[in-house]
Protein backbone atom coordinates (compact mmCIF):
# COMPACT_ATOMS: atom_id res chain seq x y z
CA UNK A 1 0.00 0.00 0.00
CA UNK A 2 1.52 3.18 -1.09
CA UNK A 3 2.65 5.53 1.57
CA UNK A 4 0.55 8.89 2.83
CA UNK A 5 2.02 12.33 1.53
CA UNK A 6 3.21 12.96 5.09
CA UNK A 7 4.60 10.08 5.51
CA UNK A 8 6.72 9.47 2.85
CA UNK A 9 9.55 11.22 3.89
CA UNK A 10 10.91 11.95 7.69
CA UNK A 11 10.59 16.26 7.36
CA UNK A 12 7.66 17.37 8.23
CA UNK A 13 6.50 19.90 5.44
CA UNK A 14 3.23 22.13 4.73
CA UNK A 15 2.32 23.73 2.01
CA UNK A 16 -0.83 24.70 -0.38
CA UNK A 17 -2.03 22.10 -3.12
CA UNK A 18 -4.63 20.88 -6.10
CA UNK A 19 -6.39 17.72 -5.80
CA UNK A 20 -8.14 18.13 -8.71
CA UNK A 21 -8.19 19.32 -12.17
CA UNK A 22 -10.47 22.06 -10.51
CA UNK A 23 -7.47 23.84 -9.99
CA UNK A 24 -8.04 25.00 -6.38
CA UNK A 25 -5.77 25.12 -3.60
CA UNK A 26 -6.19 24.28 -0.47
CA UNK A 27 -3.88 23.63 2.79
CA UNK A 28 -2.00 20.69 2.71
CA UNK A 29 0.37 18.47 5.12
CA UNK A 30 3.11 16.15 3.47
CA UNK A 31 6.70 15.61 3.52
CA UNK A 32 10.22 16.18 2.70
CA UNK A 33 13.32 13.64 2.62
CA UNK A 34 16.32 14.72 4.85
CA UNK A 35 19.03 16.47 3.76
CA UNK A 36 21.17 14.23 1.92
CA UNK A 37 25.41 14.34 1.73
CA UNK A 38 24.62 16.38 -1.11
CA UNK A 39 21.61 17.93 -0.61
CA UNK A 40 20.50 21.62 0.69
CA UNK A 41 17.75 22.70 2.78
CA UNK A 42 16.07 25.87 3.15
CA UNK A 43 13.40 27.50 4.99
CA UNK A 44 11.12 29.31 1.72
CA UNK A 45 10.76 32.52 2.15
CA UNK A 46 8.87 33.95 -0.95
CA UNK A 47 7.31 32.04 -4.31
CA UNK A 48 6.59 33.77 -7.52
CA UNK A 49 3.31 32.34 -9.65
CA UNK A 50 4.39 31.20 -13.21
CA UNK A 51 1.91 30.60 -15.75
CA UNK A 52 2.87 27.31 -15.84
CA UNK A 53 1.17 27.05 -12.47
CA UNK A 54 -2.32 27.94 -13.42
CA UNK A 55 -1.49 25.15 -16.83
CA UNK A 56 -0.35 22.71 -14.15
CA UNK A 57 -2.78 22.56 -11.45
CA UNK A 58 -5.61 21.96 -14.01
CA UNK A 59 -3.78 19.80 -15.58
CA UNK A 60 -4.02 21.11 -19.09
CA UNK A 61 -0.94 20.02 -20.26
CA UNK A 62 -1.79 16.49 -19.89
CA UNK A 63 1.11 15.52 -17.07
CA UNK A 64 -0.03 16.90 -13.79
CA UNK A 65 0.09 14.28 -10.75
CA UNK A 66 -2.56 15.28 -8.20
CA UNK A 67 -1.86 16.30 -5.19
CA UNK A 68 0.26 18.97 -6.74
CA UNK A 69 1.93 21.51 -4.91
CA UNK A 70 3.24 24.22 -7.89
CA UNK A 71 5.60 26.66 -7.37
CA UNK A 72 9.24 26.51 -9.09
CA UNK A 73 10.68 30.01 -8.79
CA UNK A 74 11.35 29.77 -5.06
CA UNK A 75 13.52 31.25 -2.37
CA UNK A 76 14.67 31.56 0.78
CA UNK A 77 17.71 30.73 3.44
CA UNK A 78 19.38 27.79 4.37
CA UNK A 79 18.78 26.06 7.22
CA UNK A 80 21.04 22.73 7.08
CA UNK A 81 23.50 21.52 4.39
CA UNK A 82 24.98 18.07 3.39
CA UNK A 83 28.20 16.68 4.78
CA UNK A 84 29.39 16.64 1.16
CA UNK A 85 27.79 20.03 0.29
CA UNK A 86 30.71 22.27 -0.99
CA UNK A 87 28.93 25.89 -2.76
CA UNK A 88 26.49 26.30 0.33
CA UNK A 89 26.21 26.96 3.98
CA UNK A 90 23.79 27.87 6.41
CA UNK A 91 22.17 31.39 6.40
CA UNK A 92 23.21 31.73 2.75
CA UNK A 93 20.62 33.25 0.51
CA UNK A 94 19.02 30.83 -2.25
CA UNK A 95 16.58 29.48 -5.10
CA UNK A 96 15.51 26.40 -6.77
CA UNK A 97 14.37 27.06 -10.47
CA UNK A 98 12.25 25.20 -12.67
CA UNK A 99 14.14 21.38 -12.43
CA UNK A 100 15.70 19.57 -9.11
CA UNK A 101 17.58 17.22 -10.71
CA UNK A 102 18.75 15.58 -14.19
CA UNK A 103 21.19 12.76 -15.82
CA UNK A 104 24.23 14.72 -15.47
CA UNK A 105 26.02 12.19 -17.83
CA UNK A 106 24.09 12.64 -21.31
CA UNK A 107 25.75 15.27 -23.87
CA UNK A 108 23.43 18.14 -22.79
CA UNK A 109 23.80 17.57 -19.47
CA UNK A 110 28.00 17.50 -20.41
CA UNK A 111 27.09 20.87 -22.02
CA UNK A 112 25.78 22.42 -18.59
CA UNK A 113 21.99 22.07 -20.60
CA UNK A 114 20.14 20.23 -18.12
CA UNK A 115 17.12 21.71 -18.85
CA UNK A 116 17.03 19.56 -22.04
CA UNK A 117 18.03 16.43 -20.35
CA UNK A 118 15.84 13.67 -21.26
CA UNK A 119 15.91 12.54 -17.71
CA UNK A 120 15.08 16.07 -16.18
CA UNK A 121 13.00 16.06 -13.16
CA UNK A 122 10.86 18.92 -12.99
CA UNK A 123 10.47 20.70 -9.19
CA UNK A 124 7.03 19.68 -9.06
CA UNK A 125 4.60 16.92 -10.17
CA UNK A 126 7.33 14.76 -11.76
CA UNK A 127 9.23 11.43 -10.69
CA UNK A 128 12.01 11.69 -8.10
CA UNK A 129 15.16 9.32 -8.40
CA UNK A 130 13.38 7.66 -5.51
CA UNK A 131 10.01 7.26 -6.91
CA UNK A 132 8.21 10.16 -4.96
CA UNK A 133 6.66 12.55 -6.23
CA UNK A 134 8.04 16.55 -6.27
CA UNK A 135 6.32 18.98 -4.79
CA UNK A 136 7.37 22.44 -5.59
CA UNK A 137 7.62 25.88 -3.70
CA UNK A 138 4.06 26.91 -2.42
CA UNK A 139 5.40 25.24 0.49
CA UNK A 140 7.16 26.22 4.38
CA UNK A 141 10.19 23.85 3.00
CA UNK A 142 13.04 22.83 0.25
CA UNK A 143 15.14 20.09 -0.40
CA UNK A 144 17.19 19.32 -3.59
CA UNK A 145 20.59 18.62 -4.36
CA UNK A 146 23.28 21.50 -4.29
CA UNK A 147 23.79 21.43 -8.04
CA UNK A 148 20.46 22.46 -8.72
CA UNK A 149 20.90 25.30 -6.37
CA UNK A 150 21.15 29.11 -6.89
CA UNK A 151 23.23 32.10 -4.72
CA UNK A 152 20.83 34.40 -4.63
CA UNK A 153 23.59 37.51 -4.06
CA UNK A 154 22.71 40.34 -1.31
CA UNK A 155 21.77 42.95 -3.33
CA UNK A 156 18.83 41.34 -5.34
CA UNK A 157 15.83 41.38 -3.13
CA UNK A 158 14.13 37.69 -2.42
CA UNK A 159 10.87 38.57 -3.99
CA UNK A 160 11.71 40.40 -6.77
CA UNK A 161 13.86 38.01 -7.67
CA UNK A 162 12.17 34.89 -7.22
CA UNK A 163 10.14 35.51 -10.75
CA UNK A 164 14.01 35.12 -12.46
CA UNK A 165 14.22 31.88 -11.39
CA UNK A 166 12.10 31.04 -14.64
CA UNK A 167 11.08 34.09 -16.48
CA UNK A 168 14.17 35.74 -16.46
CA UNK A 169 15.83 32.75 -17.31
CA UNK A 170 13.80 31.95 -19.90
CA UNK A 171 14.33 35.21 -21.59
CA UNK A 172 17.80 35.53 -20.83
CA UNK A 173 18.80 32.03 -22.30
CA UNK A 174 17.37 32.69 -26.08
CA UNK A 175 19.08 36.22 -25.75
CA UNK A 176 22.46 34.85 -25.47
CA UNK A 177 21.94 32.16 -27.77
CA UNK A 178 20.93 32.86 -30.62
CA UNK A 179 23.15 36.13 -30.61
CA UNK A 180 21.04 38.63 -29.95
CA UNK A 181 22.80 40.10 -27.01
CA UNK A 182 24.98 42.32 -29.04
CA UNK A 183 24.97 45.96 -28.72
CA UNK A 184 23.83 48.00 -31.16
CA UNK A 185 21.29 45.03 -32.33
CA UNK A 186 17.38 45.21 -32.95
CA UNK A 187 15.25 42.93 -31.02
CA UNK A 188 11.64 43.01 -30.46
CA UNK A 189 9.88 41.45 -27.71
CA UNK A 190 6.12 40.02 -28.12
CA UNK A 191 4.06 40.64 -25.07
CA UNK A 192 4.41 42.58 -22.21
CA UNK A 193 3.90 40.28 -19.15
CA UNK A 194 5.67 38.36 -16.64
CA UNK A 195 8.24 36.94 -19.01
CA UNK A 196 8.27 40.05 -21.42
CA UNK A 197 8.57 42.91 -19.10
CA UNK A 198 11.80 41.07 -17.69
CA UNK A 199 12.99 40.53 -21.36
CA UNK A 200 12.61 44.28 -21.89
CA UNK A 201 14.98 44.79 -19.15
CA UNK A 202 18.17 42.02 -19.50
CA UNK A 203 18.25 43.22 -23.42
CA UNK A 204 18.18 46.89 -22.44
CA UNK A 205 20.73 46.03 -20.00
CA UNK A 206 22.63 43.80 -22.95
CA UNK A 207 22.74 47.37 -24.79
CA UNK A 208 20.01 46.24 -27.15
CA UNK A 209 17.47 48.48 -29.10
CA UNK A 210 14.45 47.24 -28.17
CA UNK A 211 10.54 47.65 -29.41
CA UNK A 212 7.44 46.28 -27.55
CA UNK A 213 5.10 44.61 -29.41
CA UNK A 214 1.65 44.13 -27.84
CA UNK A 215 -2.60 44.00 -28.57
CA UNK A 216 -2.77 46.66 -25.89
CA UNK A 217 -1.75 50.28 -26.82
CA UNK A 218 -2.45 51.42 -22.92
CA UNK A 219 1.12 49.55 -22.86
CA UNK A 220 2.79 51.89 -24.83
CA UNK A 221 3.48 54.37 -21.72
CA UNK A 222 4.86 51.86 -19.61
CA UNK A 223 7.01 49.96 -22.32
CA UNK A 224 8.60 53.44 -22.65
CA UNK A 225 9.07 55.29 -19.43
CA UNK A 226 8.97 52.65 -16.71
CA UNK A 227 10.86 49.53 -18.24
CA UNK A 228 13.03 51.73 -21.25
CA UNK A 229 11.84 50.40 -24.15
CA UNK A 230 12.77 52.49 -27.30
CA UNK A 231 9.53 51.92 -29.43
CA UNK A 232 6.72 49.88 -28.92
CA UNK A 233 4.49 48.69 -31.81
CA UNK A 234 0.61 48.20 -31.34
CA UNK A 235 0.39 44.55 -32.96
CA UNK A 236 -3.14 45.17 -34.51
CA UNK A 237 -2.61 48.40 -36.21
CA UNK A 238 -1.24 47.34 -39.81
CA UNK A 239 0.04 50.76 -40.70
CA UNK A 240 2.59 50.70 -38.03
CA UNK A 241 3.90 47.07 -38.42
CA UNK A 242 3.88 47.69 -42.15
CA UNK A 243 6.11 50.63 -40.76
CA UNK A 244 8.33 48.66 -39.12
CA UNK A 245 8.46 45.70 -41.55
CA UNK A 246 12.19 44.35 -42.00
CA UNK A 247 13.69 46.52 -38.94
CA UNK A 248 14.84 43.62 -36.10
CA UNK A 249 17.52 41.18 -35.92
CA UNK A 250 15.41 38.95 -33.89
CA UNK A 251 12.34 38.50 -31.49
CA UNK A 252 11.63 36.91 -28.47
CA UNK A 253 7.93 35.55 -28.37
CA UNK A 254 6.60 35.52 -24.86
CA UNK A 255 3.02 35.14 -25.69
CA UNK A 256 0.93 31.60 -24.74
CA UNK A 257 -2.08 32.65 -26.43
CA UNK A 258 -2.49 31.65 -30.34
CA UNK A 259 -1.87 34.24 -32.23
CA UNK A 260 -0.38 34.62 -36.09
CA UNK A 261 2.99 34.56 -36.69
CA UNK A 262 3.31 36.41 -40.38
CA UNK A 263 3.23 39.44 -38.85
CA UNK A 264 6.11 38.82 -36.73
CA UNK A 265 7.88 37.49 -39.56
CA UNK A 266 7.56 40.60 -41.64
CA UNK A 267 9.55 42.35 -38.82
CA UNK A 268 12.43 40.85 -39.49
CA UNK A 269 15.76 41.62 -41.22
CA UNK A 270 17.23 39.18 -43.90
CA UNK A 271 19.23 36.18 -41.25
CA UNK A 272 16.69 37.89 -38.63
CA UNK A 273 15.17 34.90 -35.91
CA UNK A 274 11.69 34.90 -34.31
CA UNK A 275 12.18 32.68 -31.45
CA UNK A 276 9.44 31.44 -28.97
CA UNK A 277 9.45 30.95 -25.63
CA UNK A 278 5.30 31.38 -24.92
CA UNK A 279 3.46 27.54 -24.87
CA UNK A 280 0.31 28.55 -26.92
CA UNK A 281 -1.88 25.04 -26.30
CA UNK A 282 -2.73 24.63 -30.19
CA UNK A 283 -0.25 24.33 -32.98
CA UNK A 284 0.21 28.04 -34.38
CA UNK A 285 0.47 28.41 -38.09
CA UNK A 286 3.77 28.52 -39.90
CA UNK A 287 3.96 30.25 -43.39
CA UNK A 288 7.12 28.87 -44.92
CA UNK A 289 7.35 31.24 -48.06
CA UNK A 290 8.16 34.98 -45.86
CA UNK A 291 11.14 32.31 -44.28
CA UNK A 292 12.55 31.25 -47.46
CA UNK A 293 12.29 34.92 -48.40
CA UNK A 294 14.72 36.11 -45.86
CA UNK A 295 16.65 33.04 -44.78
CA UNK A 296 14.76 33.56 -41.62
CA UNK A 297 14.25 31.24 -38.78
CA UNK A 298 11.94 30.28 -35.95
CA UNK A 299 12.75 28.52 -33.02
CA UNK A 300 12.19 27.84 -29.46
CA UNK A 301 13.88 28.34 -26.09
CA UNK A 302 12.93 26.73 -22.77
CA UNK A 303 14.67 28.00 -19.54
CA UNK A 304 18.06 26.95 -18.87
CA UNK A 305 21.06 25.15 -17.30
CA UNK A 306 22.66 25.65 -13.98
CA UNK A 307 25.67 27.39 -15.21
CA UNK A 308 23.21 29.66 -17.03
CA UNK A 309 20.47 30.24 -14.64
CA UNK A 310 23.18 31.42 -11.74
CA UNK A 311 25.11 33.49 -14.34
CA UNK A 312 21.86 35.31 -15.25
CA UNK A 313 20.73 35.91 -11.14
CA UNK A 314 24.17 37.83 -11.01
CA UNK A 315 23.89 40.08 -14.35
CA UNK A 316 20.63 41.14 -13.09
CA UNK A 317 22.01 41.57 -9.75
CA UNK A 318 25.14 43.73 -11.08
CA UNK A 319 22.61 45.25 -13.43
CA UNK A 320 19.76 45.92 -10.83
CA UNK A 321 17.15 44.18 -13.02
CA UNK A 322 14.33 43.15 -11.26
CA UNK A 323 10.99 41.55 -12.07
CA UNK A 324 8.05 43.69 -11.12
CA UNK A 325 5.89 41.98 -8.91
CA UNK A 326 3.00 42.09 -6.47
CA UNK A 327 3.31 40.49 -3.63
CA UNK A 328 0.34 38.26 -1.82
CA UNK A 329 -0.68 36.46 0.98
CA UNK A 330 -0.70 32.31 0.68
CA UNK A 331 -4.40 32.46 1.12
CA UNK A 332 -4.66 34.97 -1.97
CA UNK A 333 -3.26 32.24 -4.36
CA UNK A 334 -6.95 31.39 -5.47
CA UNK A 335 -8.02 34.79 -6.57
CA UNK A 336 -4.50 35.47 -7.98
CA UNK A 337 -4.46 32.25 -10.75
CA UNK A 338 -8.09 33.89 -11.43
CA UNK A 339 -6.30 37.15 -11.67
CA UNK A 340 -3.57 35.84 -13.78
CA UNK A 341 -6.18 34.04 -15.76
CA UNK A 342 -7.14 37.51 -17.01
CA UNK A 343 -3.50 38.75 -17.51
CA UNK A 344 -4.75 40.94 -14.34
CA UNK A 345 -1.30 41.42 -12.62
CA UNK A 346 1.43 43.72 -12.97
CA UNK A 347 3.50 41.69 -13.81
CA UNK A 348 4.23 38.51 -11.45
CA UNK A 349 2.35 37.71 -8.45
CA UNK A 350 4.75 35.99 -5.59
CA UNK A 351 3.44 34.99 -2.61
CA UNK A 352 4.94 35.78 0.76
CA UNK A 353 5.65 32.43 2.20
CA UNK A 354 7.58 33.16 5.05
CA UNK A 355 4.80 35.17 6.56
CA UNK A 356 1.04 33.73 5.16
CA UNK A 357 1.55 30.22 5.20
CA UNK A 358 0.17 29.01 8.30
CA UNK A 359 -0.20 25.51 9.51
CA UNK A 360 -2.91 26.16 12.01
CA UNK A 361 -5.77 26.29 9.64
CA UNK A 362 -4.48 23.23 7.62
CA UNK A 363 -5.96 20.17 6.44
CA UNK A 364 -4.22 17.19 4.84
Not at 285 to 290: M, S
Request: contains cysteine; glycine residues 10%; charged residues 20%.
Amino acid sequence: MAKRCEEEHPKKAFGWAARDTSGLLSPFHFSRRETGEKDVTFKVLYCGICHSDLHMVKNEWGNSTYPLVPGHEIVGVVTEVGSKVQKFKVGDKVGVGCMVGACRSCESCANDLENYCPKMILTYSATYYDGTTTYGGYSDVMVADEHFIVRIPDNLPLDAGAPLLCAGITVYSPLKYFGLDKPGLHVGIVGLGGLGHVAVKFAKAMGVKVTVISTSPNKKKEAIEHLGADSFLVSRDQDEMKAAMGTMDGIIDTVSAVHPLLPLIGLLKPHGKLVMVGAPEKPLELPVFPLLMGRKIVGGSCNGGMKETQEMIDFAAKHNIRAEVEVIPMDYVNTAMERLLKADVRYRFVIDIANTLKPSTASS
